[in-house]
């Protein structure tokens, strides 16, 4: 009696187990399907529809920033350099001496053909008169035909002799100018050649002088593209060394020949510069004007910047969804998309910062 009351109690306790057990864990299945979560309330936030914005049509292309003038400067004299006056990156006006040559010698030879002009031009005027005293005695018949002829020839002469002394002069009071180089225009000195104590002939180069302001811009186009291309069509650029900046500017100059060896067409866009932070060399990624379509855009507002990609926020069904897009050019509060956002979809305007994807809002 004892065995068979035991061996009951065996099969009975682990079925007072699995009940206790069952009724332990059967509360929390209850509670976990008594309380649903709760979504947050949702926040209030203001939209605007995605509108239709005509844009520029652009064509992509690559360029070269070069200066408006550059010039090598020479000294066109010789002579030693007594005093070099700038240094690369210096700014200068038009007029700026630059370097001083010594002179001394042009100096001694402009002096001594000034006297040789002023001889020459002396003997000139002695002879006018003689030649109008012959011109009388030939009248009374009392010089010959042949002394006549040779004052006359003298006359003709000595003006002459007395204008190639006077040009001598000039040419050698120019040499003395030419010994004090200046600046022909204003800009920037990119190179100096000269030390003091060097000696100069007149082809030797002083210094290489660059305008930056404004700048050409010189842009290849395709053969394909020539016939886009106009005369004050708008530019907009970019330099790796403002990578935040837009510069514009206007086409210029249109080559007439295209380059049989890349068939390309240059082109030159000219853009101010008037803070100089743009330098001749610089490599330029540009974007040309080449026509007008329209675009979805949506308020500048909108857009906000995560992982370097430009996002936004639409609304639907209540909540915000996230979207990566791609932009176009921008026009006053608005900018163009060209992909990630459908034209009258609605996006949010305020804070989109402090929004997360999937978010109510009303």
């Not at 100089?276 to 909108?302: C, I, K, N």
Request: include cysteine; proline fraction near 5%.
């Amino acid at each position: 009696m004892t065995l068979k009351m035991s061996a009951q109690s065996f099969w009975i306790l682990p079925c007072m187990l699995g009940l206790s057990a069952l009724a332990a864990c059967r509360p929390r299945e209850l509670e976990a399907h008594a309380a649903p979560a709760v979504e947050a309330a949702p926040v209030s936030v203001r939209t605007g529809p995605a509108t239709l914005l005509e844009v520029p049509k652009t064509l992509r292309l690559t360029g070269t920033l070069r200066g408006d003038r550059e010039v090598d400067l020479a000294a066109n004299a010789s002579g030693r350099v007594l005093r070099v006056s700038v240094e690369r990156g210096m700014s200068v006006k038009p007029g700026q001496v630059l370097a001083a040559l010594d002179v001394r010698a042009a100096t001694l030879s402009a002096t001594e053909a000034e006297a040789q002009a002023r001889s020459a031009q002396a003997q000139n005027d002695q002879a006018r008169d003689e030649c109008a005293r012959y011109e009388r005695l030939k009248e009374r018949g009392a010089v010959s035909d042949l002394e006549y002829q040779q004052k006359v020839t003298q006359c003709r002469t000595l003006p002459l002799s007395a204008e190639a002394a006077t040009a001598r002069a000039a040419l050698a009071a120019q040499n003395v100018g030419d010994g004090i180089v200046r600046a022909p225009f204003a800009g920037i000195i990119a190179e100096r050649f000269i030390e003091v104590g060097q000696y100069l002939r007149q082809d030797s180069k002083v210094a290489t002088l660059v305008a930056v302001d404004p700048l050409r811009l010189q842009l290849a186009v395709p053969e394909a593209e020539v016939s886009r291309v106009a005369l004050g069509a708008e530019v907009g650029f970019t330099v790796s060394a403002y990578p935040g900046r837009r510069f514009r500017g206007k086409i210029a100059f249109i080559s007439g020949v295209v380059r049989a060896s890349t068939r390309d067409l240059v082109v030159e866009a000219v853009a101010d510069n008037p803070d100089r932070v743009l330098l001749p060399g610089m490599f330029a990624d540009v974007e040309l004007a080449v026509g007008s379509h329209t675009l979805p855009s949506v308020p500048q507002a909108s857009l906000l910047k995560r992982e370097d990609q430009s996002r936004l926020f639409v609304v639907q069904d209540g909540h915000v969804q996230e979207r990566v897009v791609a932009l176009g050019p921008a026009l006053g509060e608005r900018v163009a998309v060209l992909r990630g956002v459908s034209l009258n979809e609605t996006v949010v305007v305020s804070d989109p910062q402090l929004l997360q994807n999937g978010q109510a809002v009303q």
